[in-house]
């Protein structure tokens, strides 16, 4: 396929703790996306979600963008870097705006109003804002109104959810980018972009709650009424599982990740019980593993993991709204019988993510682990059309998302 093709393209990257992913995909008929090429390297210069070794990271991008490159036949000259962290916060604000016109009614100068008061919150002094995503206005006390316009009213309001990071921190994640040749247009959170790849807009209606376990984070979104309620970072991973195992089980962390891997579970299988394993291949070396209490160290970290969300939630009481249960998407979430855990703590169905929206080869679009990368290259065709670039599908954006994201 030529570089110099009508469609726009757009490429999502993702800088995770585990692997660095990048996905290119080409917008057919203004709508679908179809994916072109997927690249990956290993990283090595990630913890907790965020960059501790900008050279080696730097280089890991490198990797992935020009495997994606080759694979997709074209050049990479901008993309979305999506962001996560434990210093990453979602929170809540309502802005107030007073109708002055002689009709009373809603004007679209009176919703720009209303928005930008919903936007000026109070964040901490080193914060800056990442998304700011509308939720339901409210106009003379009634609320769950979706668009204002028009209606007859004196007192209008918005509430919004604004997610926002430290500045510095969400600096260095773009920083490894400035010796390469991609622009970053964007940086979106992680976890907005596993929802957007993952969940329909039933699950958005109904209430569902997108857990995404990655190897140094778990980002989490809630949605109810078509709309973000609540967003969250743990900077706990399936890292931590691995760590806690070379210590309990007292192995290097190449062996324990690997018994992780082929032993592991979120919950204890009753018919290990009392069963071992010898590893080790010389007499140095050599150990035996009981499974139960690999197992029992492993399901302890998760159950925390998945424990600590769902007191998150709780505390904001949100926990109720989870009809359409739990998606789970990220490399922990090919942990086995993790659904059957979740469904115990969260009281709801849980299930496995699966890319939507995109065609391609089912065997990659079926990987969880690939959900935020994908959320990225939709959430770059979410632009306004006037905003796009054809031909190369690689020239600079101007401006917000759509009416959901603010610009970093």
């Known amino acids: 396929?030529?570089?110099?093709?009508?469609?726009?393209?757009?490429?999502?990257?993702?800088?995770?703790?585990?692997?660095?992913?990048?996905a290119v995909c080409e917008l057919v008929d203004e709508r679908d996306l179809k994916l072109l090429g997927i690249g990956q390297a290993k990283s090595h210069g990630v913890r907790k979600g965020e960059i501790v070794d900008p050279r080696a990271t730097e280089k890991d991008i490198l990797?992935?963008?020009?495997?994606?490159?080759?694979?997709?036949?074209?050049?990479?000259?901008?993309?979305?870097?999506?962001?996560?962290g434990g210093h990453i916060r979602g929170q809540n604000n309502r802005g107030r705006h007073t109708i002055v016109s002689p009709t009373r009614q809603v004007s679209d100068e009176d919703i720009q109003a209303v928005v930008q008061n919903a936007r000026a919150t109070c964040l901490p002094v080193d914060h800056n804002t990442i998304h700011t995503i509308r939720?339901?206005?409210?106009?003379?006390?009634?609320?769950?109104?979706?668009n204002p316009l028009t209606m007859l009213g004196g007192d209008l309001e918005l509430d919004m959810h604004i997610i926002h990071g430290n500045?510095?921190?969400?600096?260095?994640?773009?920083?490894?980018?400035?010796?390469l040749d991609p622009e970053v247009e964007q940086v979106a959170f992680n976890g907005l972009c596993s929802a957007l790849s993952t969940l329909?807009?039933?699950?958005k209606e109904l209430g569902a709650l997108l857990l995404d376990i990655g190897g140094g984070t778990t980002d989490y979104v809630l949605y109810h009424g078509g709309t973000i309620r609540h967003s969250g970072v743990l900077p706990v991973g399936g890292d931590h599982i691995t760590n806690d195992l070379a210590i309990g089980l007292k192995v290097p962390l190449k062996r324990a990740e690997k018994l992780k891997l082929d032993h592991g579970s979120a919950i204890i299988d009753e018919r290990i019980h009392g069963k071992e394993i010898t590893v080790g291949s010389d007499t140095?070396?050599?150990?035996?593993?009981?499974?139960?209490?690999?197992?029992?160290?492993?399901?302890?970290?998760?159950?925390?993991?998945?424990?600590?969300?769902?007191?998150?939630?709780?505390?904001?009481?949100?926990?109720?709204y989870l009809t359409a249960?739990?998606?789970?998407?990220?490399?922990?979430?090919?942990i086995p019988r993790i659904k059957e855990l979740v469904s115990r703590i969260f009281e709801c169905e849980a299930h496995i993510g699966t890319?939507?929206?995109?065609?391609?080869?089912?065997a990659v679009l079926e990987k969880p682990e690939f959900a935020a990368a994908f959320g990225l290259v939709r959430f770059g065709s979410m632009r306004p059309r006037e905003n796009r670039t054809a031909a190369r599908g690689f020239g600079s954006l101007v401006g917000a998302v759509g009416s959901l994201f603010k610009r970093f």
């Open 1 to 22: 396929m030529s570089m110099f093709q009508y469609n726009p393209i757009f490429v999502g990257l993702e800088v995770g703790t585990s692997k660095i992913c990048c």
């Open 63 to 84: 990797e992935a963008l020009n495997e994606a490159e080759n694979n997709a036949n074209v050049r990479i000259k901008s993309l979305y870097l999506g962001v996560t």
């Open 135 to 146: 939720q339901k206005f409210r106009l003379d006390g009634h609320g769950g109104i979706r």
């Open 167 to 179: 500045f510095n921190r969400l600096q260095n994640a773009i920083r490894p980018m400035k010796g």
């Open 200 to 203: 329909d807009k039933n699950q």
């Open 284 to 320: 140095l070396t050599r150990n035996s593993i009981n499974l139960e209490h690999l197992q029992r160290i492993m399901s302890l970290r998760v159950e925390e993991i998945l424990e600590l969300v769902a007191a998150d939630l709780d505390k904001h009481g949100l926990i109720e």
């Open 325 to 334: 249960g739990v998606t789970l998407c990220g490399g922990g979430s090919r």
């Open 355 to 362: 890319i939507r929206g995109i065609t391609g080869p089912q």
